[in-house]
């Protein structure tokens, strides 16, 4: 059996945040455990709720970090370091502000972009060298609006819609970069999606 993969979707725990924007990498990580039939249990030695599954003859370990985001890196050091996974086997699934709704992007490493959870964990590992999928969230409506608020705050009804087809692209991302590595994964599900009604509309105005 070859060696682990982990799996990390970042947010932060508890109701108040459940459904929030900034939350998208547990949704992500979630579905992944669904599709996987894999349950999840607490443990406190990681400060994160964990998930295990076995895809192919390959064990994949499922984590959300408890920690809130800006310790998000004292979860995943420790979850490493426990199971000996090595970063390339690692993926990191967070919000994005920078990118719009209906967009993902994934990365084999680059700079945290200014996100705390990311900051967090290249800080533990001492290395920006792991993979991450950015799913975007865009900005505020609003420029009054503050950012925090933004991304501490629900979807719209009509964004809930977009972000359930970009978390299914999503696990078909994450399922392709297991199965044949990230270089096929970005260039088959990088970029926005095509959303049918979105292009109805472009059509015409």
């Not at 799996?7 to 508890?14: A, K």
């Not at 970009?166 to 392709?176: D, I, K, R, S, W």
């Not at 970005?186 to 979105?198: A, Q, T, Y």
Request: aromatic share 6%; charged share 25%.
């Amino acid at each position: 059996m070859e060696s682990a993969h982990l799996i990390v979707g970042l947010g932060n725990p508890g109701p108040k945040y459940q459904g929030t924007r900034h939350n998208v990498g547990f949704m992500a990580v979630e579905k992944l455990a669904t599709l996987w039939d894999a349950d999840w249990s607490a443990e406190k030695k990681f400060r994160a709720r964990m998930s295990r599954a076995v895809v192919d003859e390959t064990i994949i370990h499922l984590c959300e970090p408890l920690t809130f985001m800006n310790l998000s890196g004292k979860t995943v050091g420790a979850v490493i370091d426990y199971y000996r996974i090595v970063t390339a086997r690692m993926m990191v699934i967070v919000d994005d502000t920078n990118i719009d709704l209906g967009e993902m992007r994934l990365r084999v490493d680059g700079s945290t972009g200014g996100h705390n959870g990311l900051s967090s964990i290249e800080q533990h590992l001492a290395t920006p060298e792991y993979p991450r999928l950015r799913i975007g969230v865009g900005r505020p409506a609003e420029a009054r609006q503050e950012l925090s608020s933004h991304v501490l705050g629900p979807f719209s009804v009509s964004e809930k819609v977009v972000m359930g087809k970009v978390l299914e692209q999503a696990v078909l991302q994450v399922q392709c970069w297991l199965k044949h590595g990230p270089e096929q994964a970005m260039c088959k599900f990088n970029g926005k999606l095509e959303l049918p009604d979105e292009d109805k509309d472009n059509k015409t105005t």
